[in-house]
């Protein structure tokens, strides 16, 4: 990601933006429709939490951002402080005084937790303009393959197709389906996410959280970047298999991502051996580098073959009640204390906001309800936070550049106000609204407004309400032209997708109209 400078007291001036139907839904997400300053030292209307609000203490070097709290990196935890240096983490310890780039750094107090910004292994991106008012399952299915054949569910994927340019359509707003999706996780602090966003590899993917499947992921210094993280949202045909394991004895893939074993049938279970034998070598994909996406339906011979091979998990357990246990059984999951006896490796993943979580933070709070009301709690809090940090680093095979806080890693990541008590559980427990400050790549993007003034000035930022908290984002980049669309602002990515929608609606292609666009965040009651 290109940096830019910062400091600026003011944020950008936007005509109001609607945010209708979010208050009878119980959502809260709008944009001011006027200038919105911020006082450097003084606490805003933003994210306070038990220790106080995050306070500016002194605006330094731009490049250059103190940070002081409670520190999870997430292996230890301690008071302490992150120094961040352009792009790069400088400095985790208890003082980072002695660092070079500290003595002329922008000072933080945070008054709340510093930790990895967090990691999404599967989300159907494209699809979160969406939510369950725009379709939910007409009964509870034991298979993936039989929901899709419901007509509103089928009608929904139209009005998708139709707004991301598919099959001829006049419509291309892929830029802006990918930024909307990548913003639902950025206010909840997610900072990496792999979103299988199509067409692939666009440089308006590089802007936000990053797209971590993409070549566009921002890990290197130019726009298009080394990406060896493969994901399958379908069961791949054998030639696609073949590739995939060719691409593994080359090292042009270090991740696969499959999608499998979802429902709770013996059709969706014998995905598994299906996955085995598709290649023309068979078992070439049993191996560390795959992670399974569900196997909501595999038993404990399953397990035990992932456990053998070294396997992984990437969890979604909300979208599995949704689909599959009609929204209430939270039995119809993945079985996690078996997966955890074997020692298999997971990570957790919203799926998509059609009946999965909006966020990843909301999918840690669904995770700890089923783990309390079934499991006993066989999951710590410190576990839940590894399946959204250092976890899913080490699945995606980039342990060496995001997950961790780490002296050389990329300053990604996130503050939330909680219990420094608690640091874990207060994390766990988090909403976007408790969400106080996000920094991709060292560029702070997202968080209370009394913190805008660490943000990019060119071109400048918008003033947002998450949950009646004052808030600022950070979207449009400098130098953007109108064919890459790195210009655009929240406002006008809302905007076009909303009258599209509305477009498409007056249509009239099917009986179910699907504006307005769902909010970036839905609020706890």
Not at 176 to 192: F, H, I, Q
Request: charge should be negative; proline fraction near 5%; include cysteine.
């Amino acid at each position: 990601m290109a940096r830019v400078a910062f400091h600026t007291v003011g944020v950008l001036t936007l005509a109001a933006v609607s945010a209708a139907g979010a208050c009878d839904q119980g959502e809260t997400q709008h944009l001011s429709g006027s200038a919105h300053s911020a006082t450097v030292g003084a606490g805003g209307s933003g994210g306070q939490g038990q220790g106080g609000e995050a306070v500016i203490v002194e605006l330094g070097n731009p490049n250059h951002v103190l940070l002081r709290g409670w520190v999870l990196t997430p292996d230890e935890s301690f008071a302490g402080e992150v120094l961040v240096e352009n792009d790069l983490i400088a400095c985790v310890a208890a003082s980072c005084a002695d660092q070079p780039a500290a003595a002329d750094a922008s000072v933080v107090e945070t008054n709340g937790i510093i930790l990895p910004g967090m990691i999404d292994t599967h989300n159907h991106i494209l699809f979160n303009i969406f939510d369950e008012s725009d379709w939910t399952p007409s009964q509870s299915y034991t298979n993936h393959l039989d929901w899709t054949d419901e007509a509103r569910y089928a009608a929904m994927v139209d009005a998708k197709q139709h707004l991301n340019g598919e099959f001829s359509s006049p419509v291309n707003l892929n830029c802006e389906l990918d930024k909307y999706g990548e913003l639902k996780g950025l206010v909840a602090g997610t900072t990496s996410i792999v979103g299988a966003a199509t067409p692939g590899n666009k440089g308006c993917y590089a802007t936000l959280a990053r797209s971590i499947d993409q070549s566009s992921n921002g890990l290197c210094d130019m726009q298009s970047c080394d990406d060896k993280v493969q994901a399958h949202t379908l069961f791949p045909s054998a030639s696609t298999a073949d590739g995939v394991c060719t691409n593994f004895g080359d090292g042009d893939t270090e991740a696969y991502l499959v999608h499998i074993g979802e429902g709770t049938d013996q059709e969706a279970r014998d995905e598994l051996e299906s996955l085995r034998t598709v290649t023309t070598t068979d078992g070439c994909l049993f191996e560390p580098r795959t992670t399974i996406v569900h196997g909501t339906a595999f038993g404990a011979a399953e397990l035990d073959v992932l456990a053998n091979a070294t396997m992984a998990l990437s969890w979604s357990p909300r979208s599995n009640v949704f689909l599959y246990g009609a929204g209430t059984d939270k039995s119809k999951t993945t079985d996690i204390p078996g997966a955890l006896d074997r020692g298999i490796r997971i990570a957790l993943s919203p799926d998509w906001s059609i009946g999965g979580s909006q966020n990843l933070l909301d999918e840690l709070r669904f995770a700890d309800e089923i783990d309390g009301e079934l499991w006993g709690d066989v999951l710590s809090p410190e576990m839940l936070v590894a399946m959204v940090t250092s976890t899913p680093a080490e699945l995606l095979a980039l342990e060496g550049q995001i997950g961790r806080l780490a002296p050389g890693l990329k300053a990604d990541l996130v503050v939330i106000g909680g219990d420094p008590a608690s640091p874990y559980a207060s994390v766990v427990a988090a909403t976007p609204r408790e969400v106080r400050l996000v920094m991709v790549d060292g560029l702070v993007l997202y968080g209370d407004d009394q913190l805008q003034p660490l943000g990019p000035t060119d071109p400048g930022c918008e003033a947002l309400d998450i949950c009646a908290r004052a808030k600022f984002v950070c979207v449009a980049r400098p130098g953007g032209a109108a064919d890459d669309k790195l210009a655009q602002t929240f406002a006008e990515i809302r905007t076009a997708l909303e009258e599209a929608l509305a477009a498409y609606d007056a249509m009239n292609l099917s009986q179910w109209d699907f504006a307005p666009l769902t909010p970036l965040v839905r609020c706890p009651q």
